[in-house]
């Protein structure tokens, strides 16, 4: 007894999802367990096409798998949570090291925060210079930039 590509595609496709959602979650091995699923019903439907066609289905199917799941899934995943919006994070409150020269209000420096080096803005509401060596505190996050004050929130 052998084995039909169309199994082979179902078996692949099915091993890559149960990967997906046991062993390693969110590397995208869905997407490509959907696609060898697609490619075992597509050969199954047209079953001349020879091993570069399959790979070829496999690679289309798995591209639209992703194109139409990656967003809504990315919504399911954290509609409750606020990890969805980018001005929420962990290194709000924090409090950072001014590095390299002094920062004046509504100017930009760097601060190590964590043994990382980032950009930072002291809010332009700020009244006194933060010095290199001196600790500010973040207040909240504009793309790569930390808004900083001298005050703790």
């Known amino acids: 007894m052998s084995i039909t590509p169309i199994e082979l595609w179902l078996l692949f496709g099915i091993i890559l999802i149960i990967l997906e959602f046991s062993q390693l979650p969110g590397i995208g091995f869905l997407f490509l367990g959907l696609g060898a699923i697609s490619t075992a019903i597509i050969i199954s439907y047209w079953p001349q096409g020879t091993l570069l066609y399959q790979f070829a289905y496999f ?44 920062i004046k209000p509504g100017e930009y420096g760097q601060v190590l925060w964590s043994g990382t080096v980032m950009n930072a803005k002291l809010t332009d509401n700020a009244i006194d210079i933060a010095t290199i060596g001196e600790t500010i505190y973040v207040l909240e996050v504009k793309g790569n930039v930390l808004i900083c004050s001298k005050k703790e929130s």
Request: charge should be positive.
């Open 59 to 102: 690679a289309i199917t798995a591209l639209l798998w992703f194109l139409l799941l990656y967003y809504p899934l990315k919504l399911f995943i954290y509609k409750n949570s606020t990890n969805l919006s980018r001005e929420s994070f962990d290194i709000i409150g924090s409090r950072v090291i001014v590095r390299h020269k002094d």
